[in-house]
């Protein structure tokens, strides 16, 4: 999502163990020794969440406590002066949106789910403060332009331009194991987030089955 910034902004309610929310600090893992420096702002504190990041280039801002209109506020605040006036939000509701187009700041609304899960209608978007929608999928883009988004869509997909040597992937995946106390005889599948029927879980059940077929022959 910052292709050609130096400096992005992002908003999130909080960071909940969901898919979402790792998107978020996986992008700003990648952004690492990039250059590029990143503000994260968090709406709520949570106990059973992901840490926030621990890193030079990323400055987290944490808003839990306060009420809403002054948690809006100081975004508001923050990304007006920053050096890209502009936030990036995932998962954040329509009225907190429209807080912050009141107080003029650009958004641009990350969609992370399909059609069914889709926490604002598409026509929540038309706002001149909405210069455009991203959207993690194709498919996901193809429901908001049929469903009539009046902004702008592009499709930017989760995917981190990392490379692992063969024993480094070997040591994740043995680290993964043990951690959660995982048999190297169990076939293991990982998935990030929410159970929701748009992740196709059938077809990684079915591919699994195959696999443990194939091992046992």
């Known amino acids: 999502m910052a292709h ?10 909080s960071l909940t163990r969901g898919g979402a929310e790792r998107a ?4 700003l893992l990648g952004l ?11 709406l709520h504190d949570t106990s059973l969440g992901y840490q926030p990041p621990k890193m030079d ?22 990304v007006l002066a920053s050096p890209s006036p502009i936030v990036y939000t995932h998962l954040v509701g329509a009225s907190y949106l429209r807080c912050l187009w009141d107080l003029g700041v650009r958004t641009i609304p990350v969609i992370q789910n399909a059609q069914p ?6 026509g929540d978007f038309d706002h001149p403060c909405v210069p455009l929608v991203v959207s993690v999928s194709e498919a996901v883009a193809d429901q908001l332009r049929e469903a009539g988004c009046p902004a702008r869509v592009m499709t930017i997909r989760h995917e981190l331009q990392r490379w692992f040597t063969p024993e480094e992937l070997s040591r994740n995946r043995e680290a993964i194991r043990r951690r959660y106390g995982i048999p190297d005889s169990a076939v293991l599948i990982g998935m990030v ?3 929701k029927a748009q ?19």
Do not use: C
């Open 57 to 78: 280039h990323v400055d987290v801002v944490q808003l839990g406590g306060q009420e809403d209109f002054r948690k809006l506020r100081a975004v508001a605040l923050e």
């Open 24 to 27: 978020v600090l996986d992008i």
């Open 117 to 122: 899960s889709w926490q604002n209608p598409p």
């Open 193 to 195: 987030g929410q159970f």
């Open 199 to 217: 992740k196709a879980y059938t077809r990684a059940v079915s591919r699994a089955a195959r696999a443990s077929t194939d091992l046992y022959r």
């Open 4 to 13: 050609r910034a130096r400096h992005i902004n992002i908003l999130v309610p």
């Open 32 to 42: 690492r020794d990039t250059g590029v420096t990143a503000k994260l702002f968090l």
